[in-house]
């Protein structure tokens, strides 16, 4: 097949609607104009949400850039991707590009594209081919991304090996594309993944993200959101394998090496991931980083390139950065966020007007309600490994089968922690997370509970004596399922999240983390300096 035929496939073909070339399942999508929703009250927007959720549509993520350069897109001020450029606009964002290039002395280019277990995976072309790959793409094999051998026998019957076994196409989003302070004369440029007949990879956590994502702005919603990671810094040995025994660093890097976490988050800053803090944690060598958030798919770029990033500059200064603390348990990675109208101007989850305290919404209620009904299955892509799930027992010897999901109001123990002071307003942390699950999945995840918590009668939060709120959640509160086995199941039993997710994702994932947990490795610590899991 020649380029030109390839970049007419990709012009042509449109994202498909209901089963694809391989027999994969419809995909549902919200869709509506959105221009007035900003001045809708809340009880038309409810049942907005209620008609709109039923319709099934064409599938189409517009923040991706398919094939030719005229389909290449831009975000609006919210942050969602809802704009396609024009020629003209896309040739001025070339010039930006190639001026940047230019100025930076760059060389070389990275396509990057996340995991399943949200690493960045990544092919690096002269920067003089840019142009050419912007048009037609760069290929990949689809295993790089999928994370699995091939399926052998009867191993995952769903899943074919010719599959597994194709190549892939990355396509950037050209808003993404920053220079690299941290790796020499490299820039590098977020894609999303294709299969070569140009349908998008359904088992790509930022395609699923986008998806939910415009669902959210098809309801006449925006997400606010930004993630707060943990991780740990060690003194690199130097022989790295699985019997290594290394140490923390300095206890407090505000008193030690600042050089360090400077130029991490400087250098963050340089590529659009915007610091909010950074500290020491309560661990020694622990590090937390909170990042600003940001509309839409950006909160999640964000959190994935500060996952890159750490580990490079990491490296400059002959550390180790780990997600794993030295005792085997995983870091937290949290999801901060709260619910706006589609125009991004009225924090939805605040009872009043403006961005002061008070208690959470009727709208903030019912979100709430949808993560703490849907915590048993969120658990599963939230804490997608056993060392990550130790967190959910506190550390407790006794042996459970199950913890209860716990919400509160300012209380950091809690798996939904809601807090409704500051400048930014009502919020919701989603503490269930830890900080090796893929950013784009949590995202995701979090996005279809809440959403079928605006759209379920089954109730929602308590709220204040004089509010005329529905019935509160039921008072014994749903469990969170300790092993990994059992939260798969509960992620497979859920309807919600497996037509949110697609069932093509939930069957390839459910059938990698069975396989991982098959050939579990004695050390469960080797992916701690073996460099994967930073």
């Known amino acids: 097949m020649t380029h030109q035929s390839l970049l007419f496939i990709f012009y ?12 994969f ?28 959720r039923k319709k099934v549509t064409k599938s189409h993520i517009s923040s991706t850039e398919i094939g030719g350069m005229d389909m290449s897109i831009s975000k609006d001020d919210t942050g969602d991707s809802t704009q396609i450029l024009k020629v003209p606009q896309l040739s001025s964002r070339m010039k930006h590009i190639k001026k940047e290039m230019a100025k930076n002395h760059l060389q070389f280019v990275r396509f990057e594209a996340t995991d399943l277990h949200g690493v960045s995976r990544s092919k690096s072309i002269p920067a003089h081919f840019f142009q050419e790959k912007v048009t037609h793409g760069v290929f990949m094999p689809r295993g790089y991304l999928e994370l699995m051998p091939s399926p052998k026998g009867h191993e995952v019957d769903h899943i074919r090996a010719t599959c597994f076994n194709s190549d892939i196409v990355l396509m950037p989003e050209l808003c993404t594309f920053r220079a690299l302070p941290w790796a020499e004369r490299t820039a590098r440029v977020i894609c999303d993944t294709f299969t070569v007949t140009g349908e998008p990879l359904l088992t790509s956590p930022r395609y699923i993200a986008k998806r939910q994502l415009s669902q959210l702005q098809g309801a006449g919603f925006s ?48 590529t659009g991931a915007h610091v909010e803090s950074f500290s020491s944690s ?47 348990f995983c870091h937290s990675g949290i999801l901060s966020h709260s619910l706006w109208d589609v125009g991004g101007e009225n924090n939805l989850f605040c009872s009043s ?182």
């Open 223 to 270: 997400l606010l959101s930004a993630f707060l990671y943990d991780f740990c810094v060690f003194g690199a040995p130097e022989v790295i394998n699985s019997k290594t025994i290394s140490f923390p660093a300095a206890t407090l890097f505000n008193n030690h090496d600042q050089a360090f976490i400077q130029e991490l988050v400087d250098g963050l800053c340089h």
């Open 353 to 534: 007007p403006g961005p002061g305290p008070g208690p959470l919404s009727a709208t903030g209620r019912r979100w709430v309600a949808g993560l703490l009904k849907h915590a048993a299955a969120l658990s599963c892509l939230l804490a997608p490994a056993g060392s990550c799930r130790k967190r959910y027992s506190k550390e407790s010897k006794e042996q459970q089968e199950s913890v209860p999901t716990t919400w509160g109001y300012n209380d950091n123990s809690c798996a939904f922690n809601i807090k409704c002071h500051g400048e930014k307003g009502a919020r919701v942390e989603n503490t269930l997370g830890s900080a090796t699950a893929n950013p784009y999945l949590v995202l995701a995840a979090t996005v279809a509970a809440g959403l079928d918590g605006l759209q379920s009668r089954d109730g929602a939060l308590p709220g204040t004596e004089d509010d005329d709120s529905p019935e509160p959640y039921p008072s014994k509160p749903p469990e969170i399922p300790l092993k990994l086995e059992d939260a798969l199941v509960a992620l497979e039993e859920d309807p919600c999240l497996r037509q949110a997710l697609g069932e093509t994702f939930i069957r390839y994932f459910v059938a990698m983390k069975k396989y991982e947990l098959e050939n579990e490795d004695t050390d469960a610590e080797r992916n701690k300096f073996l460099e994967y899991f930073i």
């Open 282 to 328: 309560t661990r020694p060598g622990q590090v937390e980083i909170c990042l600003l958030p940001e509309f839409g798919i950006g909160s999640a770029d964000n959190a994935f390139t500060l996952r890159a990033g750490v580990r490079e500059v990491a490296r400059k200064y002959n550390y180790i950065t780990s997600f794993f603390i030295e005792t085997g």
């Open 12 to 23: 042509y073909l449109p994202v498909p609607s209901g089963k694809s070339l391989h027999g």
């Open 25 to 52: 399942h419809h995909l549902q999508c919200l869709f509506q104009d959105s221009r007035d929703e900003c001045n809708e009250t809340e009880g038309s927007r409810m049942s907005k949400l209620r008609r709109t």
